[in-house]
């Protein structure tokens, strides 16, 4: 197994040691961010200096916009998705970590289902979603509890543009699949609104060779039904000059058949997940720089039932968030801030209500020495009754090394810590759950480069990072009596790798192209037991060693060609690597031609997936589904 | 160092594998004794895997080359998949049955090449089986969980015809049946969600009595007397707020002998320890001995003892949960085979260990959470 050598802290020293003093128009993407925001309020990548953030870009947000934020993830980052067969329950593994270690925000709060500390990306539809940032790497600092592996930031629809706007779009879809979509908003000079929600219904009805019966016959997958619907509600208000109102309303809902594997019995498996997220959101601004506050309820429901279950989880969690930023110039931004989360638990399994209170206090500073340095300095303690989560602190730099005709190349480093306060399920569940279990804590060294190249119209940019983490006192379920599974605080696991990407774009004429090609190389081992004979330096079980994409978007006139290419490699079923899954290399294409129609446009698609007809499974024994195909229809009221 | 002599032995086995299907090959025209892969002078192991993931796995340990080979029903069907929860394997002749508690049936193989030959369909929750001869079977199947109240239904016993692989008439017995033994002409199943023992006659496939013994009867022995030995779980309390086992609302363990000439107990050893359940009754090789798996330690039983053994024979201290999943004796050896199940993520071992003093002789690396042998 490679091992990988880490110069960062030295690299790290000499960013800091040398203060640069030529003046060069800094090209960094978080500048960027900084400048096109609206009046308040920046996106807290900007205290992410040296660290990846990936933003994914519009044009595919909008061609997947019938899909789910786990289609996306899987398509173009590097984030591994363990999709529990065609009905999707879709749980992420980033640089090598669990699916409690990715922390999903929404306009800047946790929406992590607080039971099992995770989000199920395949409930998120695109649709409902205005912007998509992937945090790699720890940043506990920044979002909090569960940013070990990373962060998946979304943001609700902006609008720009005053007027009224709609959008309805109808897909048709092998196995059985219909998606509707509809948005309408309206922009006036103090207030806006905007309005949409969708609906989805798939069969999944595909026909598969049943290896789990003598002589594998074929046979349609019975068990894979999906029906899911939602809506979203975004009212801003600009009560005066410096002061504006938000209000955010998203509600999903989702009723799955949970497909058994080959040979196993089929218990008729089916979940049903209902959340619901209200937040309101007051921005302010004032010589003492901008105040924002934040308040949001969510419900987060689930219901498992099978032939022999029956169990329902109900959980009202209550967070007030409120920062204050104060930014002088462009030289220095300082942001304080605050969290309060209150949980209401009425799950099955604890067999009483359970109540919880956290709070996290937060202080991020972002310091630009010169125009060609850019540092951030962020921590973070977090408060539990009971707990000691350790303090998360981030050291960050991104210094434009060398800048050279049309080159420009950074160098990036970054120290993070992270933590994960244990989930109510670990914690309370009966029997097993651990009231003694101690958070896990992580530790993240990065470095990488970053080049940017530009020659008339054809722009390319590209990223290099290698990475190592290491996470105290994992949490794993262990069978630790011959009658329950408890969660123990077991290992120390070390996740390290390789991140590589590049993006290149042109215009030639009415030619509009771009390619990009991502790798990324993941090893994460436990490298440490404090009792029993665990599984010591073996490859994780479900965490691929290689990932590897490669993406274009070819628009000419009214055509746009969108194809896809995802390559997974070979995955260890078992902590023991005794068995594993062999790789599998996915094609998606997708086709668009605009049509004007007076002022507005109808935009007709055909998308395929699996476009070889490759038979895959992503876990063990679940088959996926063959080739598929979509026609959708758009029509849009700009 | 470890992943080079595993490499190395995973190296040795391929040989011997490719060695032994060209011996065999040549060997076919023989046709003296059986041949096969598996049909050598070895162990298979039934391997569960982790339930709902249909990764049962079989494992052959092979004394002459002194290496194990794992997946083996893998290597030999696949892409056919064996199935969910391996609970019990049983051999008659040249098959062999793998009992696939989760996947409702019972997967037919060839005993000697592994060759998936057929399936027993239909089945609910089957447990264990047992054949009465190259015509006939017996497995018990659970049956009627009730999720709202954690209780079953009487379960019962499916008779297979194992020249159709069919099941041709079911026997109601109690909850839960477990174990099944053919003594004298009768079958005798443990329910171990009451507190009977189900005597059928296999002539007529009707119930003819059943025998009342203390609650929970797990598993069942027969020693050189013709005895029939019943371990009884007892009933475990469970504290109802952190759902940790109540010593004192639990009721013991014990250890029954039955009289097969007249279907009654004839004593019943009870343990003095209220919680732990035994289980896992194993004869040694000339049946004046049973092993049985009690607190996460193996003990041995003297048939003709009126009192429990006061030691333990193989007491591994502070040990993993599921370190006794199985437990087998080898008719040759009589060495105590053991299944050491880690938890249900990795691979499992097995564990022998010497039957006079206890001690562990050795370990090999087997599938996951190993829980039965079948002696070659």
């Known amino acids: ?638 | 160092m470890k992943k080079i002599t595993r490499f190395r032995s995973y190296f040795l086995s391929a040989v011997f594998v490719f060695g032994a299907v060209a011996l065999n090959s040549c060997s076919d025209d023989n046709n003296n004794g059986p041949t096969g892969e598996y049909a050598r002078n070895g162990v298979l192991i039934s391997n569960e895997g982790a339930f709902t993931k249909s990764n049962a796995s079989v494992s052959f340990y092979s004394h002459d080359s002194k290496t194990v080979e794992n997946e083996s029903f893998k290597k030999v069907n696949a892409p056919l998949v064996l199935g969910d929860v391996l609970q019990h394997m049983a051999q008659q002749g040249e098959r062999l049955y793998l009992v696939m508690n989760n996947s409702g049936k019972v997967v037919v193989t060839n005993a000697n090449t592994l060759k998936a030959e057929g399936e027993i369909a239909g089945l609910e929750a089957p447990r264990y089986f047992t054949v009465l001869n190259d015509d006939k079977a017996y497995v018990t199947e659970w049956l009627g969980y009730d999720p709202a109240t954690y209780a079953y239904s009487n379960g019962r016993v499916a008779v297979v015809d194992l020249k159709t692989n069919t099941v041709t008439k079911t026997i109601t017995v109690g909850v839960q049946p477990e174990q099944l033994v053919i003594a004298g002409g009768k079958l005798y199943v443990a329910n171990s969600g009451g507190k009977t023992v189900t005597v059928i006659n296999t002539a007529t496939d009707a119930i003819e009595t059943s025998i009342t013994v203390n609650d929970g009867p797990n598993s069942l022995a027969l020693d050189r007397n013709n005895v029939l030995w019943v371990s009884s779980q007892g009933v475990k309390a469970y504290d109802p707020v952190d759902w940790s086992v109540s010593e004192e609302n639990s009721t013991p363990g014990s250890l029954a002998k039955i009289n097969t000439g007249s279907n009654t107990v004839a004593s019943t050893l009870t343990f003095s320890q209220n919680a732990p359940a035994p289980g896992k009754l194993t004869p040694n090789p000339n049946g004046d001995k049973l092993y049985y798996v009690f607190n996460n330690k193996v003990w041995m039983q003297d048939v003709n003892a009126s009192t429990l053994a006061t030691k333990p024979l193989i007491d591994r201290g502070t040990y993993v949960a599921y370190g006794f999943n199985g437990l087998g004796v080898e008719p040759a050896s009589g060495t105590i085979y053991a299944g050491k199940a880690t938890d249900y993520a990795s691979n499992g071992w097995v564990v022998r260990y010497n039957p006079q003093s206890g001690a562990a002789v050795d370990s090999f690396r087997v599938g996951i959470a190993p829980n039965g042998f079948v002696f070659r």
């Not at chain 1, 091992?3 to 030295?10: A, Q």
């Not at chain 1, 947000?61 to 329950?89: E, H, M, W």
């Not at chain 1, 049309?406 to 309370?428: A, C, D, I, W």
Request: hydrophobic share 35%; aromatic share 10%; glycine share 8%.
């Open chain 1, 1 to 638: 197994m490679a091992k990988f050598h880490f110069h960062f802290l030295s690299c790290l020293a000499l960013s800091l040691g040398i203060a640069p003093t030529a003046v060069a128009q800094q090209q960094d993407t978080t500048l960027y961010h900084l400048r096109t925001v609206e009046v308040f309020g920046k996106p807290a990548e900007v205290f992410a200096s040296g660290s990846r953030v990936t933003t994914l870009d519009s044009t595919f947000l909008r061609t997947y916009t019938s899909g789910s934020l786990a289609d996306a993830l899987q398509a173009r980052t590097p984030v591994f998705l363990k999709t529990n067969g065609p009905s999707g329950i879709s749980t992420p593994s980033f640089r090598g970590t669990s699916a409690t270690h990715t922390a999903v925000l929404w306009n800047g709060l946790n929406i992590s289902q607080p039971a099992l500390g995770q989000s199920d990306m395949s409930l998120l539809p695109l649709s409902s979603i205005g912007s998509i940032a992937v945090q790699h790497g720890a940043a506990g600092a920044t979002y909090g509890s569960g940013a070990i592996g990373g962060a998946v930031l979304l943001n609700s629809p902006t609008q720009l543009e005053p007027g009224f706007g709609a959008e309805a779009l109808q897909e048709v879809g092998s196995f059985g699949r219909y998606f509707s979509s509809a948005n309408a908003r309206y922009s006036g000079r103090k207030m806006s609104v905007a309005l949409g929600g969708y609906y989805l219904a798939a069969e999944n009805d595909f026909s598969f060779r049943d290896y789990g019966r003598i002589g594998g016959p074929t046979r349609r997958q019975d068990q894979a039904q999906v029906a899911q619907h939602g809506f979203t509600q975004d009212v801003r208000w600009q009560l005066s000059q410096n002061t504006r109102l938000a209000l955010h309303g998203w509600y999903t809902y989702a009723n799955r058949e949970v497909p058994p594997a080959l040979g196993a019995a089929n218990t008729n498996a089916g979940q049903v997940d209902r959340n619901l997220r209200l937040m309101t959101e007051l921005n302010h601004g004032s010589n003492w720089g901008e105040t924002s506050l934040k308040a949001a309820v969510f419900n987060d429901y689930l219901l498992f039932t099978d032939n022999s279950n029956h169990s329902t989880t109900d959980i009202n969690t209550y967070q007030l968030q409120a920062e204050q930023t104060y930014t002088y110039a462009r030289r220095w931004s300082l942001r304080g801030g605050l969290n309060l989360q209150h949980f209401e638990a009425d799950v099955q399994g604890y067999g009483k209500q359970v109540t919880e209170d956290r709070a996290s206090a937060f202080l991020l500073f972002r310091y630009d020495p010169s125009k060609r340095l850019d540092l951030s300095l962020n921590l973070r303690q977090a408060f539990v009754k009971g707990y000691n989560p350790a303090p998360a602190p981030t050291l960050g730099a991104n210094w434009l090394l060398l800048e050279h005709d049309q080159h420009q190349l950074y160098l990036k480093g970054n120290v993070s810590g992270s933590y994960r306060v244990p989930t109510l399920n670990e914690r309370f569940w009966q029997p097993g759950g651990n009231p003694d279990i101690k958070p896990e804590q992580g530790w993240s060294f990065e470095t990488g480069l970053r080049h940017h190249y530009t020659l008339g119209t054809v722009q390319l940019e590209s990223e290099l990072s290698v990475y190592r983490m290491l996470v105290d006192n994992w949490i794993q379920w262990m069978p630790v009596t011959s009658s329950y599974w408890s969660p123990r605080n077991l290992q120390k696991v070390r996740a390290q790798g390789i991140e590589l990407s590049s993006r290149a774009t042109t215009t030639r004429g009415d030619w509009q192209l771009a390619a990009t090609g991502a790798y990324t190389y993941t090893a994460s081992e436990q490298v440490k037991a404090y009792e029993g004979s665990q599984e010591l330096n073996q490859q994780l079980a479900h965490v691929p060693l290689h990932k590897a994409q490669l993406g274009t978007d070819i628009s000419f006139r009214t055509w746009t060609l969108l194809g896809n290419l995802t390559h997974t490699g070979l995955r260890y079923t078992d902590n023991s690597n005794a068995s594993s899954l062999p790789g599998y290399t996915l094609l998606s294409l997708a086709l668009h031609k605009k049509f004007s129609l007076a002022q507005n446009q109808f935009v007709a698609s055909v998308r395929s997936g699996n476009v070889t007809n490759r038979a895959y499974t992503v876990l063990e024994n679940v088959p996926m589904p063959p080739r598929s195909l979509a026609v959708s229809l758009r029509f849009v009221i700009p």
